[in-house]
């Protein structure tokens, strides 16, 4: 609002300037004592705007526009040359709005004021000096007055950013090479208006009027070559824009909350988004794997979140002078084969949304539906359907990558595996659907149990294995105990009856026991998890070579009288 305000401010300094000089000029209020009509006006007016609508070169000039002011000056005197170079001004600035699908060169309607009145009181300057050339021929007119003209723009333009950026102090704002190619238009204008207003005066202003009418259709038909060529660039562009969007869309498959994020990135470079909401449509049900958490946001701060969010009442004021809006709610459902996986609501200030936006919104939707869809397939085939834990598949392929890592690096890892003791009787006494349960409440305890880093899959039937990385065979054995203290304080009650779960582990670790595969270390921790069972279950075994095993309350006897091997000295 406060830089609204300075606009205006500006705006209606350069008026009342303008209304001043023109009280203060007598001679240049009609030149030739033709009284001006309104139809004339207004036909002098349509033909500068039209002729200003070809800005090539940008800027807040007048551009070809001041090719009609020479004539108007010699018709109807300069405070009406002013009048028609302010009103054209703007009616060219409207022109250019509806155009221009880039919206790069429209600015607020205070900034077109005062460009406006720029314009106008430097066009009556210029006719000032034209009128007091009078004697002089209409080429030397028009370059003096085109450079004063020019002079007067470019003064009143420094002054007004001066005025509106409060940079009383300091060096002034420079006038660029590219503001000074735009006023070069706008001098050339008013050479060549100068000719065709020499012309006219031999000739006539009926023989001329049609040239003059040609060349400012001449610059609209240009104009409009631009604007055609801007938009297919912009097309261009949003393609190439969609493109990477779905490349990125479809190739982001780090997880749904990387998902939701990617999705988030994507729709804020192609619409004003204030309010991001990524809800998943999957419910839970029994046997199926569930997405948590089911929903993602994002505010203003473009920080995503877990949870939903609470969007403000109305949009933010904008600066400037802006009609108050309402947020405009943008929602489209992630549909993939008849089923809807998501949802995907936008909360965007309608003021701020270009044009060919929401279209290319919706031309995104196949590819975030796309995304998830992958992502929930590929969740299904990583995690087993009743526990949602790792499957064996992504066990076998983390201790080949782990054991690598532990032979090239010299670093440990160990492996739990585990077996819910008595389980087929669970299943004899309470049925299918209690071991299911049971199973579901032993993954949730390991899962609760483990450390972050630790890798847990479901190994078969009701055994689990862990692997642990960076972690030896004493340490393996105490996070065994763990889990075990962990599955036997679970407290199952399936329909009126307490079913009670305990658990036996093997550990093995590496490089503690030589290995040369390793699948080798699963057979290890195997054999000690068959050693737990056989000596009473509920218990945590360390295999140690050579049918030696270790418990949590230390070495056990050794069949035979046999000696514990020391571990091999691999590294070191």
């Not at 002013?82 to 900034?111: E, N, P, Q, T, Y």
């Not at 909401?277 to 049900?285: D, N, R, S, Y």
């Not at 701060?301 to 933010?316: D, N």
């Not at 998501?342 to 936006?357: E, F, H, N």
């Amino acid at each position: 609002m406060q830089q609204a305000l300075k606009s205006w401010g500006i705006a209606g300094a350069i008026l009342a300037a303008l209304v001043i000089a023109a009280l203060l000029i007598a001679d240049v209020g009609v030149a030739d004592s033709h009284q001006p009509s309104t139809l004339e006006v207004g036909l002098w007016i349509a033909v500068a705007a039209v002729a200003a609508v070809h800005r090539p070169l940008g800027g807040a000039a007048f551009g070809l526009g001041t090719l009609v002011l020479p004539a108007v000056i010699v018709r109807l005197g300069g405070l009406v040359a002013a009048l028609v170079a302010a009103l054209a001004r703007l009616l060219a600035s409207m022109l250019w709005r509806f155009a221009d699908r880039r919206r790069k060169a429209i600015r607020g309607v205070g900034a077109e004021v005062a460009a406006a009145a720029i314009v106008a009181l430097a066009t009556l300057l210029a006719a000032v000096v034209w009128s007091r050339l009078a004697t002089a021929s209409f080429a030397w007119r028009g370059l003096v007055a085109a450079t004063v003209y020019v002079a007067t723009f470019a003064a009143l333009a420094v002054l007004g950013s001066r005025i509106r950026h409060s940079a009383w102090r300091g060096v002034w704002p420079r006038f660029t090479l590219s503001d000074l190619a735009a006023l070069t238009l706008d001098a050339a204008g008013w050479l060549l208006g100068a000719l065709l207003a020499d012309a006219a005066a031999t000739l006539g202003w009926p023989r001329v009027a049609p040239i003059l009418l040609a060349l400012a259709l001449l610059a609209a038909e240009a104009a409009r070559n631009a604007f055609a060529r801007g938009a297919s660039d912009v097309r261009v562009d949003d393609f190439e824009r969609l493109q990477r969007a779905h490349e990125r869309i479809l190739g982001e498959t780090s997880g749904m909350g990387s998902i939701a994020q990617q999705i988030f990135i994507e729709c804020s470079n192609i619409l004003p988004v204030e309010w991001y909401q990524f809800e998943l449509a999957v419910g839970e049900e029994s046997g199926q794997l569930e997405f948590e958490p089911g929903s993602w946001w994002a505010g203003p701060s473009g920080v995503l979140e877990e949870g939903r969010p609470q969007p403000a009442t109305r949009p933010r004021m904008l600066p400037g002078v802006h009609r108050r809006a309402s947020w405009r709610i943008l929602e489209q459902s992630l549909v993939v084969e008849g089923e809807a996986l998501a949802t995907v609501r936008l909360w965007c200030d309608p003021r701020r949304i270009d044009d060919g936006a929401e279209e290319l919104f919706s031309t995104l939707v196949p590819q975030m539906a796309s995304s998830v869809h992958r992502a929930r397939l590929d969740r299904e085939a990583r995690l087993d359907p009743l526990t949602g834990v790792p499957v064996r598949r992504i066990l076998d392929s983390g201790i080949q990558r782990a054991y690598r890592r532990c032979c090239e690096e010299g670093r440990s890892m160990g492996v739990i595996m585990c077996d819910v003791d008595h389980f087929k009787n669970v299943n004899d006494t309470y049925g299918h659907a209690a071991g299911d349960e049971a199973l579901i409440c032993v993954a949730r305890a390991l899962e609760g149990a483990r450390r972050e880093n630790d890798l847990l899959a479901r190994y078969g039937g009701e055994e689990f294995t862990l692997l642990l990385e960076d972690t030896d065979g004493e340490e393996s054995l105490q996070l065994a105990e763990r889990l075990r203290r962990a599955v036997e304080s679970i407290d199952l009650v399936y329909e009126g009856q307490r079913i009670v779960l305990n658990l036996s582990a093997g550990v093995a670790a590496f490089p503690e026991l030589h290995i040369k595969t390793a699948s080798e270390l699963l057979l290890l921790a195997d054999e000690a998890l068959y050693e737990a069972k056989e000596s009473g279950r509920n218990r945590c075994l360390l295999y140690g070579g050579r049918g030696a095993f270790q418990s949590i309350a230390g070495p056990m006897p050794v069949a035979g009288n046999v000696p514990l091997k020391p571990p091999p000295r691999i590294f070191g």
